[in-house]
């Protein structure tokens, strides 16, 4: 049997040169290889990558605003409470319009009185007169507050047929908010916000047809829809506006009303958050109901101005106020502590807006 690992002695020298000649090959591929990396790593520079520049951001530091003097605020409501209720036509009413005058431009406004001609429901004829108050009246950014000053001529809510024929005393549905608007000028006229307030006290808001429905909505609130028409100035607009109506009573709930978060949804959060800013959180409901036809309403859809209303009203009892178009709303409804809540929640938008 032939023996397999016995080689042939030139064989195994062959075997030898061919095994020298593949490590030299290998050896050589690898230098190769090397070469050609580093090579490639000197003459190929890194691609550069773009520099993103971030911008930091600058949180705009929270301005103090002046205090809000609840005491004063209730002074300006039981002034108007005194006069009687200002039912269109009456004694109390012009003396109204007098007094909400001689105070602005007493806190250094620019007044106009918009008189206007306006038919109400039962086919009367009344002169109309807003008054508004202007604020740093050549700036170009704005804000809008507002509220009405009229009586209901009637009392629709009362039990007695007698006292159904009675006006509205109107204290805080109507003077509530007036006498908080009065507070907040007299406080303008101590530190310049730095951007114009406009200040508007509408008329004939409270002159609707008793109980109606939807068909019956713009009985209501004839000042607004006359102004929204007619600004005062040509081409004026504001920022936003903010509503104000039944901001007087004791322990009242101010919700997020339908048509305020659907045309200004963004001014409700910053309302309320201004809210809670100024400890008056407990005053501003976070729940939303359903919507309701006041001075605001006429402002977003015929001004174009996203406007909100702060405006009492009871989501868990889904009613305004107890006293609500009645006899009873006077002065006893009063409590200082909603009109300072409500006042300065209004001061820290305000003084933080610019």
Not at 3 to 31: C, G, H, Q, T
Not at 123 to 137: D, G, M, T
Not at 333 to 346: E, H, M, N, S, Y
């Amino acid at each position: 049997m032939e023996d397999l690992n016995r080689k042939d002695p030139e064989m195994n020298k062959k075997e030898k040169f061919i095994e020298r000649l593949a490590n030299f090959s290998v050896a050589f591929i690898m230098i190769f290889c090397v070469i050609v990396e580093f090579t490639h790593c000197k003459t190929e520079p890194p691609v550069e990558q773009p520099i993103v520049e971030t911008k930091p951001v600058v949180t705009k530091p929270r301005v103090v605003p002046p205090d809000f003097n609840g005491d004063s605020a209730f002074a300006y409501v039981k002034y108007q409470a005194d006069l009687g209720p200002r039912t269109p036509g009456s004694k109390a009413h012009e003396k109204s319009i007098e007094y909400y005058k001689k105070q602005f431009e007493k806190f250094g406004a620019t007044v106009t009185i918009q008189a206007a001609s306006a038919s109400t429901f039962d086919k009367k004829n009344w002169l109309l007169n807003n008054v508004i108050a202007s604020f740093n009246p050549n700036a170009t950014d704005r804000i809008l507050l507002a509220a009405h000053f009229d009586s209901r001529p009637f009392c629709e809510k009362e039990g007695d047929a007698k006292l159904k024929e009675k006006p509205c005393p109107g204290v805080n549905d109507g003077a509530s908010g007036v006498g908080v608007l009065i507070e907040v000028a007299r406080v303008l006229q101590t530190k310049d916000p730095g951007i114009g307030v406009d200040i508007i006290l509408f008329d004939l808001e409270d002159y609707g047809i008793p109980s109606g429905g939807p068909e019956d909505a713009d009985t209501w609130c004839l000042g607004s829809q006359y102004w929204s028409k007619n600004p005062h100035k040509q081409g004026y607009t504001a920022r936003y506006g903010i509503v104000l109506d039944m901001v007087g009573a004791k322990d009242a709930m101010f919700a997020k009303e339908g048509f305020s978060v659907f045309y200004a949804n963004d001014v409700i959060n910053k309302v309320w958050k201004a809210a809670e800013i100024s400890g008056a959180g407990g005053y501003f409901n976070k729940e939303e109901y359903g919507e309701i036809t006041d001075d605001h309403l006429y402002i977003n859809k015929i001004a174009q101005i996203p406007c909100i209303d702060i405006l009492h009203y009871d989501v868990y009892k889904m009613n305004f106020f107890d006293h609500h178009h009645k006899n009873t709303d006077d002065l006893s409804t009063i409590d200082k502590k909603t009109l300072d809540a409500v006042g300065q929640t209004l001061l820290e938008v305000i003084y933080n807006e610019k």
